[in-house]
C-alpha cells in the first residue's frame, strides 16, 4: 500500500495519503489503494472472461468467423433446447406407445402410471385444443357440451368419443357426425302457435308442468309427425344422429319454456371441428381418456344394463 | 490496555511477553491480523476438551455408519437427510416434509437448551462443543505438532525461508487440508446412504451435490479452523453478541479474580505475598489464549471461555506456591463479594433460569407427544372448483375430488373408505370402480385418487352439504378423516 509511494506526488496533511492530483474547487482526491479482496475479484473475473471466450461462443460478427465465434464447446442454446425437447419426446414416446396399444380404456385403467399419463397429456391437449369451447374444466357453456356429465349426443364410450373426435360434427371430414334440426320457425314450418304447443308438449316430457294441458295435447300431434323420426315417439333421442334426449334434466341449448322455443325457432346447428390430421393418433387417444376419465364415460357394461333396463 | 513488557518482568522464569492481540481496546479497526501463537497449556479444562473434542469428532465421523432397521422400503440409515426421497430419518423417527415443524421444535429446544446453558455456565457452548472450537483446536494441535510450541513458532515466522520452516509448514498444510478434506467428506454421507457414499465417491459415480459440498465444506473447514480461526468469533459470528444478553451476573463465567489478583506485579522467590495480589504479571493466561485477549480485562465479547487461561493459571500458581483459582469459573456478583470481604452465593435458580427451563420442558412435553401420536395414515380432500359440480341427466348432482392419502407405515394398506354425512351420497372411485370402495396404497408413498359423490335429486336440500370422508386401515383399525363439503347449486 504506502510501500513503494513516489516522493515527488503530494500528500494530504490531514491523512498523510497520497493525492491523485486531481483537484475541485480546493478539494483533493486522495489515492487510497483499492481493497484487496475488490481487486481480486477483479483479476478473478478477468481470467473468468478470457476463458470464457475460449470455451464459449463469445463475439458477434468477426469477419471470416460466421455471425459470431464459436468457441470449443461450440455452445449453442437453441440446440440444447431442441435437443432437450427431443430428449423429452423420446421419454415420452415409450408411454405414447403403450396408450396406443393398450386400445381399451380398460386396459388403461388397470395401469396407474399409464392412466395418469394419458390423463396428463389428455389435459394438456384439452387447455391447447378444446377449452375455447368446452372451458378449461370442460364444464361447457350453453350450445357447447359440459363433458362431465353423462349424457353424450353421439356416444359416450372410449371408442365413441376417439371416433367423434376424429370427425368432428358437422365439419368437412368425409365421415363426420352429421344431423340437423330444421329451423321450424325461422324456415316457416311451423307457426308461432304450433311452435309453443310442441314446447308445452317437451315440457311435459321431463315431467313440467306445460302452460295449459290442452296446448300440450295439440303439441304432443305436431311432436309425432316433427319431431319422432330423430327424438323417437318417447322423446329419448337417437345416437346416431345426436338427437338428444328430451325427457333428462339436461338441455345443451337451455331449458327453460323461451330457451326450448328459441331451439325450435331457429334450429341449431353446432359444430366440431375434425381433429384427425391436426392432432396425431396418440394425443387424440389421450384426449379420448381424458375426457372420458371427466367422469362421464361409459363403459361397456353401462351400455349394456342401460339397453337391458329398455328391453 | 495491557502495559508492555518491562525488562525487569523478564527476570523470572514464568514471565511470558504476550501480548494480547486481540484486545478490542488494542486493535485496530484498519490493521491487518496479527498472528496470535496460543501457547500449549496443561490441566484439568484442557483434558475435558480432549474428551470432548474426541467424542464430537466420533459422533460426527461415526454417526452416519450406524444402521436402524425400518423394513424393505425404507433407508437403513440411522441419521439421514433424504432429499431425494424427501425423507427425514433420526434413529426411530422418520419425519415427512409437511412434518417440518418436528424440525423447528428441535431447532426451538436447541436453542433454549443453548439460552440455559448460558444463564448458568456462561459460554460454554462456545468453549467446548461449538465446531468453529473443535476444529480450531484441532487444527492448533496439529500446528504444534509440526511447528513446535509458541515460541518456537513465533521465532520461526519471523526467520527467513529455509528447508526446515518450509518443510514444518507445507505438512501442517497438507495435513490441514486432508482433515478439512475428511470434515467435508463426512458432511454428505449425512445426505445419501453413507456406505453407497463412500464407494461411489471415489469411483466418480456420487451425486454432483455430493462433490459440491464436499468441496465447500473442505474449504470452509481449511480457511475457518486453519487461517480465520479467532476471526470468526469476533467478527462473523452473531453469538457473542447475543450471548451478553443471555448472561448475567450471577452466571458462572471464566473470571479474573481481582479481588484476589490486585495489585498485580512481579514476583521473586522469597519475597513476601503481603500487601500486594497473587497476580504476578506472568501473562501465562495471555499465552495460551487462542483468542489472543488478556482473561484480566474482564469480561469481553472476544472471550470464548474455553478455560485454557485456568489451566495456565493454576499451574503458576503451584509454582509460586498460591492458592489454585486466581483465575475459575466464578459470578461476577461473587467477586465483587469477595472485594466487600463477603461470603460467595451461588444461585442456580433464579426467574432466568427457571424461565428458560420450564419452557424447554414444555417444547419438549409437546414434542414428545407429537411424537407418540404422530399418525401413520394422513388423508385430505380437495373439491374440483371447475367445474364447481356436475348436474348429470336424471337431476342428480355430482362433485369430484381428489384424494391424497399418505401411508407412512412401511405395509402395504389396502384401506376402507366411506363417506360420514348424507346417506343418499353415492362414491364412485375411479381407475378402482371394481375393486369396492378401496384405496390401495404402498408402503411409505403418497397416492391420489379421483373420487366422485352425486347426489339424487330428492335429496338435495341446500346449496350445499357437509360429509366426512373417513378412511380406515382394516388391519389395524387405525383411520384418517378430512372434512368437505358437496355443492349442489341449488338456490339458498
Request: charged share 25%.
Amino acid at each position: 500500500m504506502a510501500d513503494n509511494h513516489d516522493e515527488s506526488r503530494e500528500r494530504d496533511d490531514h491523512s498523510g495519503v497520497e493525492t491523485t492530483g486531481h483537484e475541485w474547487d480546493g478539494i483533493k482526491e486522495l489515492d487510497n489503494p483499492l481493497p484487496r479482496w475488490w481487486l481480486w475479484i477483479l483479476y478473478a473475473s478477468v481470467v473468468w472472461a478470457v476463458v470464457y471466450m475460449v470455451f464459449m461462443p463469445a463475439i458477434p460478427g468477426l469477419p471470416g468467423l460466421g455471425d459470431h465465434t464459436r468457441g470449443i464447446t461450440d455452445n449453442s442454446e437453441r440446440r440444447n433446447v431442441a435437443e432437450a425437447v427431443a430428449e423429452l419426446e423420446a421419454s415420452r414416446a415409450g408411454y405414447f406407445e403403450q396408450l396406443q396399444q393398450a386400445g381399451s380404456i380398460d386396459a388403461i385403467e388397470s395401469d396407474p402410471d399409464l392412466l395418469g399419463f394419458a390423463m396428463a397429456a389428455g389435459r394438456s391437449a384439452f387447455g391447447d385444443n378444446c377449452a375455447t369451447c368446452h372451458g378449461a374444466g370442460a364444464q361447457g357453456f350453453v350450445g357447447y357440451p359440459n363433458l362431465n356429465d353423462d349424457v353424450w349426443l353421439w356416444g359416450g364410450t372410449f371408442e365413441d368419443i376417439q371416433h367423434t373426435l376424429r370427425v368432428g360434427i358437422r365439419s368437412e371430414h368425409r365421415d363426420t357426425r352429421y344431423s340437423q334440426m330444421p329451423a321450424f320457425g325461422r324456415d316457416e314450418l311451423l307457426s308461432r302457435e304450433e311452435i309453443n304447443q310442441v314446447t308445452d308438449y317437451v315440457l311435459t316430457l321431463s315431467g313440467r308442468e306445460p302452460e295449459t294441458l290442452a296446448s300440450a295435447e295439440a303439441g304432443a300431434e305436431i311432436f309425432v309427425n316433427q319431431c319422432s323420426a330423430c327424438h323417437m315417439e318417447d322423446g329419448t333421442g337417437d345416437r346416431f344422429q345426436g338427437a338428444p334426449n328430451l325427457t333428462d334434466a339436461d338441455w345443451l341449448y337451455g331449458g327453460e319454456r323461451a330457451q326450448i322455443i328459441n331451439t325450435i325457432w331457429r334450429g341449431p346447428y353446432g359444430v366440431m371441428p375434425s381433429w384427425e390430421g391436426r392432432l396425431d393418433d396418440q394425443t387424440i387417444t389421450a384426449l379420448a381418456a381424458y375426457v372420458y376419465f371427466l367422469g362421464g364415460g361409459e363403459s361397456d357394461a353401462f351400455i349394456e344394463a342401460a339397453q337391458l333396463n329398455q328391453d | 490496555m495491557t502495559p508492555s513488557t518491562s525488562p525487569q518482568a523478564a527476570t523470572d522464569q514464568h514471565q511470558s511477553d504476550a501480548v494480547a492481540v486481540n484486545d478490542a481496546s488494542t486493535r485496530e479497526l484498519y490493521a491487518k491480523r496479527q498472528q496470535i501463537y496460543p501457547k500449549r497449556a496443561k490441566g484439568k479444562f484442557r483434558l475435558i476438551k480432549w474428551v470432548f473434542m474426541a467424542f464430537a469428532l466420533a459422533a460426527y465421523y461415526l454417526l452416519p455408519f450406524i444402521r436402524w432397521d425400518r423394513g424393505p422400503d425404507a433407508s437403513n440409515q440411522a441419521v439421514l437427510v433424504d432429499f431425494a426421497h424427501q425423507r427425514f430419518y433420526f434413529f426411530f423417527i422418520e419425519l415427512w416434509p409437511q412434518e417440518l415443524y418436528f424440525v423447528t421444535g428441535l431447532l426451538i429446544i436447541a436453542a433454549l437448551a443453548l439460552f440455559l446453558a448460558t444463564a448458568l455456565f456462561g459460554r460454554v457452548w462456545c468453549g467446548y462443543a461449538c465446531p468453529q472450537t473443535v476444529w480450531t483446536d484441532l487444527f492448533i494441535a496439529v500446528e504444534r505438532f509440526f511447528e513446535g510450541d509458541r515460541n518456537k513458532r513465533m521465532m520461526r515466522d519471523k526467520a527467513p525461508w529455509s528447508f526446515d520452516k518450509a518443510w514444518r509448514k507445507i505438512s501442517k498444510h497438507i495435513v490441514w487440508i486432508f482433515i478439512a478434506m475428511a470434515t467435508g467428506g463426512a458432511w454428505i454421507l449425512y445426505f445419501h446412504d453413507a456406505f453407497d457414499v463412500v464407494h461411489n465417491f471415489f469411483t466418480g459415480q456420487a451425486a454432483l451435490t455430493s462433490y459440491i459440498f464436499f468441496a465447500m465444506l473442505t474449504f470452509t473447514t481449511y480457511t475457518l479452523a486453519g487461517t480465520m480461526r479467532e476471526q470468526v468469533c469476533t467478527y462473523m459470528c452473531p453469538w457473542p453478541r447475543i450471548q451478553a444478553a443471555m448472561t448475567d451476573r450471577e452466571a458462572l463465567n471464566v473470571t479474573y479474580r481481582v479481588d484476589r489478583g490486585e495489585p498485580r506485579g512481579p514476583h521473586k522467590k522469597g519475597e513476601s505475598w503481603d500487601d500486594r495480589g497473587d497476580c504476578i504479571d506472568c501473562k501465562q493466561c495471555v499465552a495460551v489464549c487462542p483468542m489472543g485477549i488478556d482473561i484480566r480485562n474482564g469480561s469481553q465479547l472476544e472471550c470464548i471461555h474455553c478455560a485454557l487461561c485456568i489451566d495456565a493459571c493454576d499451574d503458576i500458581m503451584d509454582k509460586v506456591g498460591r492458592p489454585r483459582g486466581l483465575i475459575t469459573y466464578e459470578t461476577d456478583d461473587n467477586v465483587d463479594r469477595f472485594q466487600r470481604g463477603e461470603k460467595p452465593r451461588y444461585r442456580f435458580i433464579r426467574s432466568r433460569t427457571v424461565f428458560y427451563a420450564s419452557v424447554l420442558t414444555v417444547i419438549c412435553a409437546i414434542m414428545a407427544y407429537g411424537l407418540m401420536t404422530r399418525t401413520t395414515l394422513e388423508l385430505n380432500a380437495s373439491r374440483d372448483r371447475n367445474p364447481n359440480y356436475v348436474r348429470l341427466s336424471d337431476g342428480s348432482v355430482r362433485n369430484g375430488y381428489t384424494l391424497k392419502v399418505i401411508n407412512k407405515s412401511a405395509r402395504y394398506v389396502n384401506l376402507d373408505i366411506h363417506v360420514e354425512g348424507d346417506p343418499a351420497i353415492e362414491m364412485r372411485i375411479i381407475g378402482h370402480e371394481g375393486e369396492g370402495l378401496s384405496l390401495p396404497v404402498e408402503p411409505d408413498r403418497t397416492r391420489n385418487f379421483k373420487v366422485f359423490l352425486a347426489l339424487p335429486p330428492e335429496a338435495i336440500d341446500g346449496p350445499s352439504e357437509s360429509f366426512t370422508f373417513v378412511v380406515s386401515d382394516p388391519e389395524t383399525g387405525e383411520t384418517a378423516t378430512t372434512r368437505s363439503v358437496l355443492l349442489t347449486g341449488a338456490p339458498r
